[in-house]
């Protein structure tokens, strides 16, 4: 389609954008003794030309800015800004608004601009349309596409730009926004700020907001209750949990007028209220403040979860005594109290006055527990592989490693990496044995493996290092002694 409609731009658009420009240029002349200012398009004579030099930096003679400075004598080909600017007309109840793109260029000694429209939009309340330009492109012509959703278009990067920076990022709403606006906008609050935005016309919000300002009466209403935040995560995100074709509180936000009160005393906030029906379909009720720490997707699972160990409704009414508790918590912490073997009956154990200290105090007595019975498997499959007493020969001595500290000990001194062992010595796949000199039984010197078998399957000492000669015939030795003796035995019995 053609271009939908002929809009006048506002006048000094052409100004606007140059004063917002990005750079400023300064174009001297040491010979006629002047400075021409891009940003305020003034030419002023004075002596400190003298001193400017191309492609330095300086400040505006006239208004201060500061800019980079271009002898006037060099061309300035290619020195070209770009970027997009939206702005507005009205007509009566309607608002026009057009988004621009525009280059400026430096050529010459005055920049000049040049504008060609990339969207137009046409907003009142009975309809908010959108149309967006399509340039020439390998397989048509340019034209106009009418879209079904209101918004701002990103700028677009190009086939050949297309890992980096569009070339019309820069996108800027222009001072019309705040006195062109047709009547139907009259109570539209243009602050984006208060949304959540970084800049007070930012014009992504801006565009979004206006349409569903004009499209949904809740968004009114919702304003002038106080629950900004909903419009806000709608504007955003177009996070909707609402009935935007509801015409009272009630119906947009499908809650009693007893629950608006809390709902709103609680901040208002979007997230949590998909959270707040789930729990009451359910036939629960959970606070505001409850409901913005809990998922969604987990609620319902969580409310079955606690059912099982007691009355769910207690239990929300106790995360809400607590700072910040999450349902998958308190699971979490039953589980512990289960697995411990504590009186689940009990009032102390099921809403612990601090919650914190509780589940913190419960974890750690599980890991004490889960180390217990992992010293007690460790003991146990040492003393089925090996169990044997300490064997001493020649200035050396054998013996069995008692616990998992012993062997992260023998690794931090010799610099192997016996201490990954333990799993496996607990699961009964081998036995580590400590070779040490009979002077210092404390000190570790070499680390011995043996499999299911009783067979040797590696010896180390320092750093990986293979046994000495006397280690060696120490070993054999043992072997004869201890090892053989008892398979000997074994087999006699
Ligand atoms: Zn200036």
Known sequence: MEKPYNLKRPAGLEDYVIAHADVTYLIFSKKEETVYCTRCRKLTKTREAEWMEHKGKALCPHCGQEGETLNKRYGRKGITEYGRVLWFRKHGRITFAQLDEYDIDYTGVKPTVRFWPSAQYRLCKDSQEYYKHRPEGCWHGEYWEKKSNVYLPAPSTGMLNCFCKPKYLKTETHDSAWDCLGTDLKYANTDMLRLGFKDEL????????????????????????????????????SYSVVNWRGNSLRKILRLMPAEIKEFRAAGGHAVGLDVYRTVKEKGYHMSFK???????????????????????QKVLD??????????????????????????MNRKSVLFPEDFDEAHRKTSERIKIEADALKQA???????????????????????????????????????????????KVCRGDCAILFIRKAEAPEK??????????????????????????????????WKQNV????KKRKEAA
Not at 207 to 232: H, R, T
């Open 483 to 486: 090892m053989t003796k008892s």
């Open 290 to 312: 409850q409901t913005k720490y809990e998922n969604t997707w987990a609620i319902e699972g969580n409310l079955e979860a606690i059912g099982k160990y007691t009355d769910v």
């Open 444 to 477: 570790p010197y070499y680390t011995l493996e043996i499999n299911k078998d009783g067979k040797v399957v590696q010896c180390r000492g320092q750093r990986n290092c293979s046994m000495t000669e006397e280690v060696e015939a120490f070993v054999e030795l």
């Open 202 to 237: 930012d014009p992504y919000g801006l565009i979004i907001y206006l349409a569903a300002f004009l499209k949904w009466q809740a968004v009114e209403l919702l304003e002038k209750a106080g629950f900004e935040n909903i419009v806000a995560a709608k504007v955003k995100h």
């Open 318 to 343: 106790y995360l809400d005594t607590q700072l910040c508790v999450r349902t998958n918590d308190y699971i979490d912490y039953m589980k512990d109290c289960k697995t411990l073997g504590y009186d």
């Open 377 to 423: 498997a460790f003991e146990k499959n040492m003393e089925k592989l090996y169990g044997k007493p300490v064997f001493e020969s020649d200035g050396l001595i054998i013996r069995g490693a008692q616990n998992a500290t012993e062997l992260r000990e023998e690794s931090a001194a010799l610099g192997h990496c016996v201490r990954t062992y333990v799993d």
